[in-house]
């Protein structure tokens, strides 16, 4: 990872877009899947690396749950103690890096409109 964040800093920190545009909130889970991938490929060794079958391969996806609620997409992970904290906390933090994105491209387009 680029940057060490601590998960516990926001309070809904699982929220991945609020808003009204299905396109930009399909582009914010995009990115947030290729973050996923991103961390299952530095924890390939927790899950068998060296092993034949591809199944055991850690992979995220098949541990978190998308919610779609008035203008609001979160995760939630399917069941958390099959996952070490560390890549919950991962997650999170890839998260949390997106919602900071968002923050921040929505500031600048606001000062570039004044």
Same mark, same amino acid.
Do not use: W
């Given at each position: 990872?680029?940057?060490?964040?601590?998960?516990?800093?926001?309070?809904?920190?699982?929220?991945?877009?609020?808003?009204?545009?299905?396109?930009?909130?399909?582009?914010?889970?995009?990115? #947030?899947?290729?973050?996923?991938?991103?961390?299952?490929?530095?924890?390939?060794?927790?899950?068998?690396?060296?092993?034949?079958?591809?199944?055991?391969?850690?992979?995220?996806?098949?541990?978190?749950?998308?919610?779609?609620?008035?203008?609001?997409?979160? #995760?939630? #992970?399917?069941?958390?103690?099959?996952?070490?904290?560390?890549?919950?906390?991962?997650?999170?933090?890839?998260?949390?890096?997106?919602? #900071?994105?968002?923050?921040?491209?929505?500031?600048?387009?606001?000062?570039?409109?004044?």
């Amino acid at each position: 990872m680029e940057k060490v964040l601590l998960a516990e800093n926001l309070a809904y920190n699982n929220v991945l877009y609020i808003g009204d545009n299905p396109r930009e909130c399909l582009k914010i889970i995009e990115k #947030f899947t290729a973050r996923l991938r991103k961390i299952e490929n530095s924890y390939a060794g927790l899950s068998g690396e060296n092993s034949d079958n591809q199944l055991h391969r850690l992979q995220l996806q098949q541990h978190i749950q998308y919610h779609f609620e008035g203008g609001i997409a979160i #995760f939630r #992970f399917k069941d958390e103690d099959q996952l070490p904290t560390t890549v919950r906390n991962e997650c999170l933090v890839a998260c949390q890096s997106l919602i #900071f994105e968002q923050m921040l491209l929505s500031s600048l387009s606001t000062l570039a409109c004044s």
